[in-house]
């Protein structure tokens, strides 16, 4: 067996896959093996050394496939672009802020295994109370942990800093044995939670110190060739890989690379909530560690799941928060245009914008709003002349569909006035 030149770039640029998802696709024969030590060859030949050892003393590397340019560009566009557009809608940001931020304090909590809810969440934080158990402690500590991150931005990014930030979100919530001064000083073994199966056992406590120390000095050190939002999905991997501590690893991991992100420039990440993100697909982020540990020193699973969330949480909360100013955009641009919709006008869009069915016909139309055909006809029509809808053909049949992100968006596009609400 062996691979064209055409075949194997596929295999190193394209479908990025983990040795076992090849194996499987592969025809059952003495030449597998050679086909995938050819592709992790040529894969390496491409590859980005860094100066972080695995425990086996290899050095950790990774691939810039075009797929992670492609996240990258499409998530810092969505930060510069889109997201500021919104904000500039919006006068009491920090209300909304403080929000996400509970977001991100809820659900790095529930991905460790915290149990709440939002609404229990909300309130606890907004009204100062008490954290009434374990899990609105683990939930409270994250909250004061952002908090901390957001006071002390100036403050540069050593291990001093790391380990109070854990101190702070483990506060209270450890078992007596599992309490440090510092780093853990006995060996662990890495599970998934959902399944309580073991993903991997992590360093010995030996090697934490030194590992660590090479940590700190990759994110102090000039890498121009690393986009440091990948740099911050590195920090965030190995933080986690280490598991320099006897809990609290993936809580620090990812307040951390959030603090990273931030001293970068990249305010943005205020807004998203990584482990937002993380949680709503946790299978998907502990399948990337498990690659990249039966992948031995190749971390771009990871690297590649931590954007593809990363990029889909961008895409929801731009959908959330368009929805939130969308109906006090388009109402003020109603207004400023002299324009008045009927309430079957006004109920159709409000309906339209929460369906995934985002179009209807003359006849449902005219159903749901029990009037005539000609009122029902007339008054979409009407919403099709505005702009508002879209007309168009489907199996014989006229549709008027609505996307209303999409004409919200187009509101913010092309308005020069600076809108408040």
Not at 148 to 158: E, S, V, W
Not at 299 to 318: H, S
């Amino acid at each position: 067996m062996s691979f064209s030149n055409s075949d194997l770039d596929k295999y190193v640029l394209e479908k990025y896959l983990p040795k076992q998802a090849f194996i499987y696709r592969q025809k059952v024969g003495p030449g597998v093996m050679k086909l995938w030590e050819e592709i992790v060859s040529k894969r390496k030949e491409r590859s980005i050394q860094l100066d972080l050892f695995d425990q086996h003393g290899e050095k950790i590397w990774f691939v810039t496939v075009p797929m992670i340019n492609t996240y990258l560009d499409k998530i810092e566009y969505g930060a510069t672009q889109d997201i500021q557009e919104i904000i500039s809608h919006v006068t009491d940001w920090d209300e909304k802020v403080h929000e996400l931020l509970i977001d991100e304090a809820y659900n790095s909590s529930v991905i460790e295994g915290a149990v709440s809810t939002r609404k229990r969440t909300s309130e606890m934080l907004k009204k100062k109370q008490e954290p009434k158990d374990h899990s609105e402690r683990m939930i409270y500590n994250n909250y004061a942990a952002m908090m901390h991150i957001l006071d002390n931005i100036g403050t540069p990014l050593d291990e001093d800093v790391f380990i109070q930030l854990h101190k702070i979100i483990t506060e209270g919530t450890l078992e007596d044995d599992d309490i440090t001064e510092k780093y853990r000083d006995d060996d662990v073994e890495v599970k998934d939670l959902s399944t309580n199966r073991v993903i991997y056992h992590a360093p010995k406590a030996r090697d934490v110190q030194w590992m660590m120390d090479d940590l700190f000095k990759f994110i102090h050190s000039d890498t121009p060739e690393i986009h440091p939002i990948i740099k911050a999905c590195i920090i965030h991997f190995y933080i986690v890989y280490v598991h320099p501590f006897f809990d609290g690893n993936g809580r620090t991991a990812r307040a951390f690379t959030v603090m990273f992100l931030l001293k970068q420039g990249f305010q943005f990440f205020k807004y998203l909530s990584i482990s937002t993100a993380i949680n709503q697909k946790k299978g998907a982020y502990y399948k990337s560690i498990e690659d990249c540990e039966k992948n031995p020193t190749d971390i771009t699973y990871f690297i590649i799941n931590q954007l593809e969330l990363l990029l889909a949480r961008y895409v929801e909360l731009l959908e959330q928060l368009q929805t939130e100013v969308g109906k006090l955009i388009f109402n003020d641009w109603l207004v400023e245009n002299g324009l008045v919709l009927s309430k079957r006008q006004h109920k159709e869009i409000t309906l339209l914008s929460k369906k995934q069915k985002n179009f209807v016909t003359i006849e449902e139309y005219k159903k749901r709003h029990k009037v005539a055909y000609e009122t029902a006809r007339s008054d979409l029509m009407e919403l099709e002349a505005l702009g508002i809808f879209e007309r168009m053909k489907v199996s014989r049949k006229f549709v008027y569909k609505f996307e209303f992100h999409r004409f919200i968006s187009k509101l913010i596009h092309e308005t020069n006035k600076d809108h408040k609400f």
